[in-house]
């Protein structure tokens, strides 16, 4: 099929990227002619584990176009993939700005080109707009108002909300535990959705036709479902706190349940990411824009601020106060939101580090692939160490915001010599605290006692 993404962000491009590996057509556009260039030269804006690899591969066969040209690489599509950023605001609203322009420039090129393409000899079809970035219900409604707007050709409209996780998007995309897809007429749209995926669930997994609405109230409800259960094993980690329980514990006799499962219920600093705590809001927004409460959605993103708060607390605590951090070294493992990325955004470390840098300590910091990300933040203010070993030099304490593997298994007594203190805030679990504290450590970690 000859496919446009619109917007070469992380889903659009992952996306385009593994469509094109099937063979299928694709032309991934953005505005933004910098991004374009280096993407035609096989520089892809994004660290994601195999992404490079596949877009070079499929660009040297000809199967995957990067341009700018909108008129070109709408004209020429069966189903177009709008695969815009919508940012939320503070309140959680999600602005819609990108999403209807692009649907207008839509409008323009099917009234400019026709709003049929090109199929079997005689058979004629519409253009397929797909929303794919994760929207309120009710976009694609505007979608198709604003492409309306523009032209009376016939076009067809499809919400395929993407379940990607950062660091396993190619896998995720490429054996979906579901498709989910959207559409007015089953038969029509639908079947030609159906065609589109079938090669990627042939591992027997589900392909969920349904409509429009609950096709995009799919989307939130997962990431919310998620986002509570990590809320909700946080708060029961300061519970085990409070009353001398021990979260491991807890969670071996809980999870055991199979009605519970023992999937996403890690407690740590809580999630961060472009998607939970974008999501949980926008659901709480949603909630109020139609006078209906969602107390639970706004407790889960509460609990989720909360889990930053308590854990810096605890390093206020073991230095007796917030004014004595002035002047305190402080090593970081871990500037990305979780392992097997590049993302800093809303992540855990970059608030403790704010903290700890207003409070007048000093922060070396060490992750495998986030240094550049982490740079557009933070900026000098922090000193980037190649090694793990590096930030420990000397440092007051350690800090441990991110799970990467490669920080499971630390040669303990090395570190214990380099930092000058043998003090560990570990807020992701990582260890076992009676090992710790054999190998002589004063060690701090979540839901368990030091
Ligand atoms: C999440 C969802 O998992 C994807 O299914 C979804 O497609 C995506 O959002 C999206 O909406 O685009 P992602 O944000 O990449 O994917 O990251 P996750 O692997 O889900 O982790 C999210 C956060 O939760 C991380 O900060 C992680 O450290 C934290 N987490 C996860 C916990 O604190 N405890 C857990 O048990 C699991």
Redesign the pocket.
Same mark, same amino acid.
Request: aromatic share 16%; charged share 25%.
């Given at each position: 099929m000859r496919i446009t993404m619109v917007g070469t962000g992380?889903?659009g491009l992952v996306t385009g990227t593994c469509f094109a590996n099937l063979g299928n057509e694709v032309t991934c556009l953005d505005v933004d002619p910098v991004k374009i260039d280096k993407l035609k030269a096989g520089i892809s804006p994004i660290y994601e584990p195999g992404l490079d690899e596949m877009i070079a591969r499929n660009v040297k066969a000809g199967r995957l176009h990067f341009t700018v040209d909108k008129a070109a690489a709408y004209a020429s599509a069966e189903i177009i993939f709008l695969c815009v950023g919508t940012p939320s605001d503070a309140r959680g609203h999600a602005d819609l700005k990108y999403v209807l322009a692009a649907s207008g420039d839509i409008g323009d090129a099917i009234e400019a080109a026709g709003g049929e393409t090109g199929g079997d000899p005689g058979e004629r079809r519409a253009k397929i707009i797909v929303v794919k970035s994760?929207v309120p219900v009710g976009t694609n409604a505007k979608v198709r108002e604003a492409i309306a707007a523009k032209t009376g050709k016939p076009f067809r409209m499809a919400s395929n909300p +993407?379940? =990607? @996780? +950062?660091? %396993?998007?190619i896998t995720?995309f490429m054996k979906p535990d579901r498709v989910v897809v959207g559409v007015d007429d089953e038969h029509g749209t639908g079947g030609r959705m159906r065609d589109l995926y079938e090669p990627f669930v042939r591992n027997g997994h589900p392909i969920y036709v349904m409509d429009i609405p609950s096709a995009e109230m799919v *989307?939130y409800a %997962? /990431?919310a479902m &998620?986002?509570t *259960?990590?809320s909700f094993? /946080?708060e029961i980690a300061a519970l085990c706190e409070a009353y001398g329980s021990n979260v491991d514990e807890v969670w071996r006799g809980m999870t055991s349940d199979a009605r519970i499962g023992n @999937?996403? &219920?890690?407690?740590? =600093?809580?999630?961060?990411?472009?998607?939970?705590p974008k999501?949980t809001l926008a659901c709480v927004s949603m909630g109020s824009e139609s006078a209906t409460p969602t107390p639970l959605l706004q407790a889960v993103h509460d609990v989720n601020q909360r889990q930053r708060e308590d854990f810096f607390a605890k390093i206020v605590k073991h230095f007796g106060g917030e004014s004595n951090l002035r002047g305190k070294a402080f090593g970081v493992w871990g500037l990305a939101? *979780?392992p097997g990325?590049d993302?800093v955004r809303e992540?855990?470390a970059v608030t403790l580090i704010e903290k700890l840098l207003a409070a007048g300590a000093t922060v070396k910091a060490h992750d495998p692939v986030a240094h550049e990300t982490a740079r557009e933040l933070l900026g000098d203010r922090i000193t980037y160490c190649d090694r793990p070993m590096d930030t420990a030099r000397d440092a007051d304490a350690l800090l441990i915001c991110?799970?990467w593997p490669e920080f499971k298994q630390p040669p303990l007594e090395r570190l214990r010599e380099t930092l000058a203190a043998p003090v560990i805030f570990d807020g992701?679990n990582l260890y076992k605290p009676a090992v710790m504290e054999e190998a002589g450590f004063t060690y701090v970690s979540v839901g368990r006692r030091a």
């Open positions: 992380y889903v994760t +993407e379940f =990607l @996780k +950062e660091g %396993a998007a995720d *989307k %997962a /990431n &998620l986002a *259960k990590i094993i /946080n @999937k996403f &219920l890690y407690p740590g =600093l809580g999630y961060g990411g472009s998607c939970f999501d939101f *979780k990325t993302d992540a855990p991110t799970d992701r």
